[in-house]
């Protein structure tokens, strides 16, 4: 009985080492493959693209303008859906180089809502085209401006406007662009709202060029930007541009306004929880798919290197954890037979190996039991082992001792002769 519990107390130990060991080849991989996906990660000031967005806080973003609002006592929100046939129109919009362009629906929409009393905070952003000209997007068309082709001494010579928003600042920093009138010929027969230049460049005193203006628009302003560069997180600090457009939108909203930030078209749809930004990671980037196929690839060569992911077992150990021993087995199964008097069958199951050693197929009744014992008797002679078991099953009821004595008896003959 103790070397069979030492036995399977072996089993046990070899089952849960080859266990460990699998669990460990997986937490390695899995620890390698969160290391690769950490040293992956994208980088804060790494980022490829450039969006003018309030979540942003690398030097490209406007995360910083957007926290000095709320230090002044404006709060700021950011908006996920378009212009029109969405939520209504903000008082208060801040659209600064817009990725997706501003539809002409969404342009009615909202001059119509700053012509009420609202504020509009507005850079575009700059499409080169294949010829000189520069694209004219519609919300640019509806106020009247155009990118100015620059050309020697355009963007020169910086000077604040005479205005109430730009007393007191220091020398101003050349823009990378300017922005012009639309011509008559451009107009048409409109009629636009008129430009009150507060940052002007340009050699020619005569003909100056405009790159931050305020533009009154029905009961509410438009302040127009020539590049949102002045407003990013690399340059709010150091440009007096960036106070110029704070003054002006503290001036033109109340403490009551939220000013709205257009992150729908910055290519922002709403809000990322981690599970989708590792999605994206993994699905949407080169690294990210790299790193998945190679994460396959190991477990893959887990799985074909034949290492099981735990023991087929139940998740409930049985109560008898401790299992009987062979002759515990036969003997129960002993007791079994002779509660329920079935003599006979247990006398020819004996005989099923006596059988075996004879090369003949196990008896099912008395009779091909006989002829068993027969056959044995006419090979080799007459045997008191073999008389001792037709002794047995001739005694009423069948006597298994004699039976099985008579049978081991014979087999241990056998095998010394």
């Known amino acids: ?40 990660r994208p980088a804060g000031r790494t980022a490829l693209d450039v969006k003018r967005s309030s979540f942003r806080t690398t030097p490209d973003g406007v995360a910083a303008f957007a926290r000095g609002l709320e230090r002044f006592g404006r709060p700021t929100a950011a908006r996920f859906t378009p212009l029109a046939d969405a939520d209504p129109v903000p008082g208060a919009l801040v659209l600064l180089s817009p990725d997706v362009v501003p539809s002409p629906v969404e342009v009615h929409a909202v001059l119509e809502r700053v012509r009420r009393g609202g504020t509009l905070v507005y850079a575009p952003r700059l499409f080169p085209a294949i010829s000189s000209a520069l694209r004219i997007t519609p919300l640019m068309d509806s106020l009247g401006i155009a990118f100015r082709v620059p050309r020697p001494g355009d963007l020169e010579d910086p000077e604040w406007a005479t205005h109430s928003l730009t007393d007191g600042l220091p020398e101003p920093a050349a823009p990378r662009r300017a922005l012009r009138r639309l011509t008559s010929r451009e107009l048409g027969e409109r009629s636009v709202s008129p430009v009150q230049s507060l940052l002007t460049v340009g050699r020619d005193r005569d003909r100056r060029w405009t790159g931050a203006g305020l533009m009154p628009f029905g009961e509410g302003h438009i302040i127009v930007l020539s590049d949102a560069e002045p407003l990013s997180n690399g340059r709010i600090a150091d440009d007096p541009l960036a106070f110029v457009v704070m003054r002006a939108v503290l001036t033109h909203t109340t403490p009551a306004d939220t000013i709205f930030f257009a992150e729908f078209h910055q290519g922002i749809r709403g809000y990322e929880n981690t599970a989708r930004r590792w999605a994206g990671f993994a699905f949407g980037t080169a690294r990210g798919r790299t790193l998945l196929q190679l994460l396959l690839a190991a477990f893959l060569a887990l799985a074909c290197a034949g290492l099981r992911f735990g023991a087929p077992t139940t998740a409930a150990a049985p109560q008898d954890l401790e299992r009987k021993s062979p002759l515990e087995h036969v003997s129960a199964l002993g007791d079994l037979y002779e509660k329920a008097r079935a003599r006979r069958t247990a006398a020819l199951l004996l005989l099923a190996r006596l059988a075996r050693s004879a090369r003949r197929p196990p008896p099912r009744d008395v009779a091909e039991a006989r002829a068993l014992i027969r056959e044995l008797e006419a090979r080799r002679g007459e045997q008191p082992a073999l008389a001792r078991i037709q002794r047995g099953l001739r005694a009423d009821p069948v006597d298994l001792t004699m039976v099985a004595a008579g049978i081991d008896d014979h087999l241990g003959r056998r095998a010394e002769s």
């Open 1 to 40: 009985m103790s070397d069979t519990r030492s036995q399977r107390r072996g089993r046990f130990i070899v089952s849960g080492v080859g266990r460990f060991r699998t669990f460990a080849w997986v937490g390695a991989i899995a620890l390698g493959a969160g290391l690769a996906a950490y040293l992956a």
